[in-house]
């Protein structure tokens, strides 16, 4: 928001950063809630803080209308839901919501924001296809891992199971999603696991992007505190990138973009899946072979 003086940014936005993914770079970002509901996961940072709100209709007017006045939105289509799991607010309020942005900003035609599976399962069909034909067009879906174990250990909330299903769910009613996940979340122990079954998982739906992270978890979550007192070993940082050479070499989604960009990635990717599968795991094969010999023992290349 560096285009917007402070008096602007501080109606608009909660805090100085706005989280939003990489492919809404150019997107019209309309703050509808801060924080998560669920706040239980124990890598996120919003575990560390609990501090979920929705904004009342009208507070989430006034910023529809400050974001419709800028002239820099004048042509944009797409509108982002700021906030971290925007489908748990009432169908409702968000109906309300994407009609009072079709109002004011009658040039947007898609809109999209983040979700959990398990708000998915619990919007249902009905509700789903009435926010699709209000404009709701894409959903940003956490999976973390495609392991039901280390999904457990993190205290994601949800089943691999659940995640299908809501996944299936979009895909009848023609909701395209984007998924994403934690390269180093199953820890030293569960590092081939969760390589192998989230590749597995991302193989039986269909994403429009995938975006993998690195665990990188803030000051005062549970698990920084588990690493701190050693109760989880966090994978040093070239064996993430044996993990992530693993799952990119499992990764057989079609028609799909895979974004490692983020700043907890080591290396940065944004390829095509899989027209670029190949030269991808060509580079980060040059790049292990480029690692110190004593740092990568031999039986750390069994699993590959
Ligand atoms: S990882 Fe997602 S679901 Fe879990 S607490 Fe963080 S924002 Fe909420």
């Not at 250990?153 to 769910?169: D, F, H, I």
């Not at 190949?278 to 580079?283: F, R």
Request: proline share 4%; charged share 25%.
């Amino acid at each position: 928001m560096t285009m917007l003086d402070k008096d602007l940014s501080y109606k608009l936005y909660s805090d100085e950063i706005i989280y939003r993914p990489p492919p809404e770079s150019e997107s019209i970002l309309l703050q509808v809630a801060v924080g998560c509901s669920y706040s239980e996961c124990t890598f996120c940072r919003e575990q560390a803080h609990h501090r979920f709100k929705a904004y009342p209709l009208g507070e989430v007017e006034e910023k529809i209308a400050i974001l419709a006045s800028l002239p820099e939105n004048k042509h944009k289509t797409e509108l982002f839901f700021v906030g971290e799991n925007c489908m748990v607010l009432p169908t409702q309020h968000l109906v309300a919501i994407l009609q009072a942005v079709h109002e004011l900003l009658p040039q947007v035609q898609h809109i999209n924001m983040y979700a959990r599976a398990v708000e998915i399962l619990k919007k249902g069909r009905a509700d789903l296809s009435l926010l699709r034909d209000l404009g709701v067009s894409s959903l940003y879906v956490g999976v973390e891992s495609g392991s039901d174990r280390i999904l457990e250990n993190c205290r994601k909330g949800e089943t691999v199971a659940q995640m299908l299903e809501a996944l299936q769910l979009l895909d009848q009613l023609g909701l395209t999603y984007s998924l994403s996940s934690i390269i180093g979340l199953g820890g030293e122990e569960l590092s081939w696991e969760n390589a192998t079954k989230t590749a597995e998982f991302y193989n039986q739906v269909h994403p429009w992007s995938i975006r993998l992270m690195t665990l990188s978890p803030e000051k005062g979550t549970t698990m920084a505190a588990d690493i701190a007192a050693g109760r989880f070993h966090q994978l040093p940082p070239w064996k993430t990138i044996l993990e992530e050479r693993l799952l990119l070499e499992k990764l057989e989604v079609e028609d799909c973009l895979v974004y490692g960009n983020h700043f907890s990635n080591l290396l940065p990717l944004v390829a095509k899946w899989r027209q670029d599968q190949e030269t991808v795991l060509e580079k980060m094969d040059e790049i292990i072979c480029s690692l110190q010999p004593e740092l990568v023992h031999s039986k750390d290349f069994d699993h590959m």
